[in-house]
């Protein structure tokens, strides 16, 4: 339910003159909430306007319309989509101010209103399914920022030629006044697409008005331009680097010694890069050994991600030189052995909040170390994937005294495992762990049509089958009607991948 300063808020942004007309006369701490009500409402040019008088240092979005990844009791604006417009209108506006002081210091006067310095975009843009055609994606926004670096940038190099031909004294040298500038923080994707751009934002707009500080995102981008981008990047600003569909396997290590100079990187996720063991050369580790150095050489890193490569037996090895131990794991497809685990229980367990171990089999060798991981991380653990591992409910209702101990868990993904109805009802019944808020389950076996099934995928997988919606559809009711009778209505039990998104470690 919303407040009534909010619905008030709503009713004036509603009406765009009146609005503009007002701002001179509304005090500092009325603007948040005008904000919040002009973006979720999508009334864009009301947030030129107030992006225009901004009377704070900082402006982050995510802060006052939600941020990705949280739960949804904990923010009223969270389940709101970002609006394409709307984003792009508070850029556009940033530009515009930065356009105007540009000239102001051309002209040597001042008028400005805007105390803008620092505008967070961080976590907003959003790359789920779900998104629709109105939603600001991670590419379209990389590309929106970029564009508008270096426009602020060109416009500046103009106001100084000019400045140049008025101001120039008997020396012939020019002393145009510096405008202040904006720090944008953002998450940049870029692809063969938008490399040209963000590499000519990043290069020209290093010392310009508009400056980019972000977390860094990039896909099937050669080794060359992966280095390019990154000597581009401002380092203080980066968190997190996101490096896939690369295929670089071992080549790695030619990409990760010009992570050093990110001194703050705490998020490193290297999906899809196609390390596998058994390519080493017999008898030497040594490709191996200097991804573990480099990876030791990273002092903040809390998060790692290492999915869909083969890591049989050589967890030990590439991860012994870390500093500390992660918060975040994700292991995905990456073949481990018993040993592997055995390592994690006796290493990072303790610290971790995030594990994702998804697409191993879990019904023969590895199930007794994966339940003393559990128990080792049960004090600690928010997040756990279990995804393809062909878990039966056997399995799972063995599995459920160590699951049960993860009194912190917040968000558990099931989906691919060939669980029954009754399988499921015992997996609600049996855990009722307080802050448990979403559970990706799979499609029951028993809601599988009797028709002859699919053929299989490269997978194999059980959930290729065609599912019997109208079996499936009252087996979700019933579930909804457990959760409702135990007293967790606000809990999201789903078979959709991409209408919940994972929480984000920076969101954990």
């Known amino acids: 339910m919303h407040s009534l300063v909010f619905l008030c808020a709503r009713r004036l942004v509603s009406h765009c003159p009146g609005a503009r007309r007002a701002l001179d006369l509304l005090p500092a701490e009325l603007y948040p909430v005008l904000f919040q009500a002009a973006f979720l409402d999508g009334r864009t040019l009301a947030l030129r306007d107030l992006v225009a008088t901004w009377p704070f240092p900082v402006l982050s979005i995510r802060r006052l ?11 009223p604006f969270l389940g709101e989509k970002p609006s394409k417009l709307c984003v792009q209108a508070v850029i556009l506006a940033v530009v515009a101010h930065l356009r105007r002081a540009l000239e102001e210091s051309c002209r040597g006067t001042s008028e400005r209103r805007c105390r ?24 379209s926004g990389t590309v929106a920022l970029a564009k508008a670096c270096i426009e602020v940038s060109k416009h500046q190099s103009e106001c100084l030629k000019r400045g ?3 101001r120039k004294g008997p020396s012939g040298t020019s002393a145009a006044p510096q405008p202040l500038g904006v720090e944008v923080r953002a998450d ?23 400056r980019l500080k972000s977390d860094f995102h990039a896909e099937e981008l050669s080794v060359a331009g992966t280095v390019s981008l990154l000597e581009s990047l401002e380092p203080a600003g980066v968190r997190r680097v996101d490096l896939r569909f ?11 010694p010009h992570l050093a100079r990110f001194t703050h990187l705490l998020s490193l996720k290297l999906p899809y890069s196609n390390v596998d063991v058994r390519r080493l050369p017999a008898g030497t580790d040594a490709g191996l050994r200097r991804l573990a150095a480099q990876l030791g050489g990273l002092p903040c890193l809390k998060e790692l991600n290492l999915g869909s490569s083969r890591l049989s037996g050589k967890l030990r ?16 497809f990456c073949y481990l052995l018993p040993g592997d685990l055995a390592f994690l229980s006796q290493t990072h367990a303790p610290a971790l909040r995030k594990l994702d171990l998804s697409g191993h089999d879990f019904s023969e060798n590895l199930f007794q170390p994966l339940r003393r991981l559990l128990e080792e991380t049960s004090a600690s653990l928010l997040h756990l994937d279990l995804m393809e591992c062909r878990l039966t409910d056997a399995r799972l209702e063995a599995l459920l005294p160590a699951l049960c101990r993860c009194s912190r868990l917040r968000c558990l993904g099931l989906f691919g495992n060939p669980l029954s109805t009754p399988g499921l009802k015992t997996l609600l019944r049996r855990t009722g762990l307080p802050d448990l808020r979403l559970v990706v389950y799979p ?3 028993d809601c599988y049509s009797p028709e002859p099934p699919r053929p299989p995928s490269a997978s194999g997988r059980l959930f290729e089958d065609a599912v019997d919606e109208e079996r499936f559809a009252a087996v979700s009711a019933e579930l909804r009607r457990m959760l409702v009778s135990s007293g967790r209505a606000d809990a999201v039990w789903t078979a959709s991948l991409c209408r919940h ?8």
């Open 65 to 75: 319309v939600g941020r990705r990844g949280r739960r949804r009791d904990r923010h």
């Open 116 to 139: 803008l310095r620092v505008l967070d975009m961080t976590g907003l843009q959003d790359d789920d399914a779900d998104r629709g055609p109105e939603g600001m994606s991670l590419w």
């Open 164 to 166: 140049s031909k008025r």
């Open 188 to 210: 940049l994707f870029v692809n063969g697409t938008s490399f040209g751009v963000l590499r000519d934002a990043l290069q020209t707009g290093a010392a310009g008005p508009l």
């Open 246 to 256: 690369n295929n670089l396997g071992l080549g790695l290590c030619a990409v990760l």
């Open 317 to 332: 090895q590439l991860l012994g030189d870390l500093r500390a131990p992660l918060e975040s794991l994700e292991l995905a």
């Open 443 to 445: 499609y029951p076996v």
């Open 501 to 508: 998104g994972a929480l984000d470690y920076f969101a954990l």
